[in-house]
C-alpha cells in the first residue's frame, strides 16, 4: 500500500466520505484537470446525432456514423489503456488529443460538405479510436492513491458523479450550441475542448501511475492482460448493458422531442437523466454499505432493467422525464460496484487497460443501441427506440446472474495469472 492509500485507510476508518477522500495527499492535483479534459465526452454521441441529422434529414444515418465512433473507441480504448500501462499516461494522451481535434474536425467539414456516407464512416474511424481516456486514467490514479484502502470504494463513487455531471453538462451543452449557433458547433467545441482539457491532464505528471518500464526496471509486478481474467469479461457484458442505456436514451430523446415540435427539450430530458444517475452516485459513495459488492451489482442492475422496461410507454415531457430520472437513479450504483470490484480483480499493471475495457463495453453498447434505436426512430416511431435499454439491460443481467462466481476473487492471498502471482483483497459477497 502507498504513502497515501496508509494514511487515507487509517483516517478513513475513522470517517470515511467525500470530505476525507478529497484530502488524499496530491487528490486535487489530478483531478481538476481531469474533471476539465473528461467534459468533451459526454458530447460527442450527441454532436455527431444533432450534426449528421441535420445534414441528412435521418437519425437512422446520424446513428450509424455515432455507431462506428463508438465501435473504434471501443475497439481502440483498451489498447490505449494498455499503452498507458506500459509507457506512462502522458506517452499516450498527448498525441491522443491531437489526433482527436483534427479527426473531429475532419468529419465536421466533411458532414457540411455534404459528403457521402462512407466518407463520414471513414472520418468517424480515427474521431472514435483517439477519443482521450480520462476517467480511466483518473480511476489509476486514485487506485494507485488508495491501494488496499477503505476509500476505494467512495474514490469509484466519487468518479461516477463526475461522469455523470460531465453527461448532465456534456449534452445540454452540446444541444444548446447545435440548435441555438450552428449544427456543427457542438462537434467544434467537443474538439477545442478535448485538445486544451487533455494537455492540460497530460501536464500533470507527478500523479500518474509509475507505468510498466519503470516497474521492470525496479523488480516489480509483471504485465497482464486485464480482459484474461474472467471477471473483467463478466463486468465488460455488464457495461455493455448500460452503454445500450445510454445510446437508446440519447437517440429516442432527440426523436422524441423532434416528434413533439420541441427540439430543445432534448438537452433538458437527457440531462434529468443524467442527473437522477449523479444523485445516485452522491448516495452510494456516502453509504457504507453492509452488503457486499457483487449481490448490489445484480440488485441495482435488476432494478436498472425493471426501470428501462417502462420507457417506451411514456408518451409526455413530463413522464419520460420522470422515468428518465428513475432509470438515471439506478445506473450509478451498477457502473460504481463494477468499477469496485474491477480494482480486487485487477493487477496495477493492467488497471487502466481494465477500466478502458469498461469504457469501451459501455462506448460499444451505445454504439449498438444509436443504430438499431435510429432504425426504430426512424421506421416506427421515437416510442420504439426505448425497447432498445430493455432489451439491452435484461440481456446484460442474465449474463450476470449465470456468472456471478466469476466476480469473487479467490480467497487465498495470491492469484496466478498467466504464472505470475500478485496479491488480490478478497471480496465478500
Known sequence: MTKAGKAAGKAAGKRAGYGQLLR??????????????????????????????HTTGSYGSAGAVA?????????????????????GQRAVLVPGVLVHSAAVSLLVVLALAGAPMWALFLAAVPA?????????????????????SPLMPTAAA???????????????????????VHPAAGLIAEAALTLFGGLFFAAQRSTQ??????????????????????????????????????????VSLTAFSEEIGNPGANGLLYGIFAAGNMLAGIACGAIAWKIGPRKRLILGYAGLTVAASLLWSAHSVLLLGALGLIVGLCIAPALIT????????????????AFTWLTGAVALGQAAAVTVAGRLADEHGASTGFLVPLVGTALALATLLA???????????????????????????
Not at 128 to 145: D, E, L, T
Not at 220 to 249: D, H, K, N, Q, T
Not at 338 to 353: F, H
Open 209 to 250: 501511475p509509475a507505468h510498466g518500464l519503470v516497474a521492470a526496471a525496479a523488480g516489480g509486478e509483471a504485465r497482464v492482460s486485464a480482459l484474461s481474467i474472467p471477471g473483467v469479461r463478466v463486468l465488460a457484458v455488464a457495461y455493455l448493458g448500460v452503454g445500450s442505456v445510454f445510446g437508446g436514451m440519447q
Open 24 to 53: 488524499t495527499p496530491g487528490a486535487l492535483s489530478f483531478l481538476l484537470p481531469g474533471f476539465a479534459a473528461r467534459q468533451p465526452f459526454a458530447m460527442l454521441t450527441i454532436g455527431i446525432v444533432l450534426l449528421v441529422q
Open 338 to 353: 463494477g468499477y469496485t470490484i474491477v480494482e480486487t480483480l485487477v493487477p496495477a499493471s493492467a488497471r487502466t487497460e
Open 158 to 180: 466519487f468518479e461516477s458523479v463526475t461522469d455523470e455531471f460531465t453527461f448532465v453538462v456534456g449534452p445540454v451543452l452540446a444541444t444548446a450550441l447545435c440548435t441555438g
Open 128 to 148: 472514435g479510436a483517439s477519443v482521450p481516456q480520462i476517467g480511466p486514467m483518473v480511476r489509476a490514479r486514485w487506485a494507485a492513491k488508495l491501494e488496499n
Open 403 to 429: 456468472l456471478r462466481s466469476r466476480l469473487t476473487p479467490r480467497a487465498s492471498g495470491r492469484v496466478r495469472a498467466r504464472g505470475i502471482g500478485h496479491r488480490v483483497p478478497v471480496t465478500v459477497d
Open 67 to 87: 455507431a462506428v465512433t463508438g465501435v473504434s473507441m471501443a475497439l481502440f480504448a483498451p489498447q490505449s489503456g494498455k499503452l498507458a500501462d506500459r509507457f
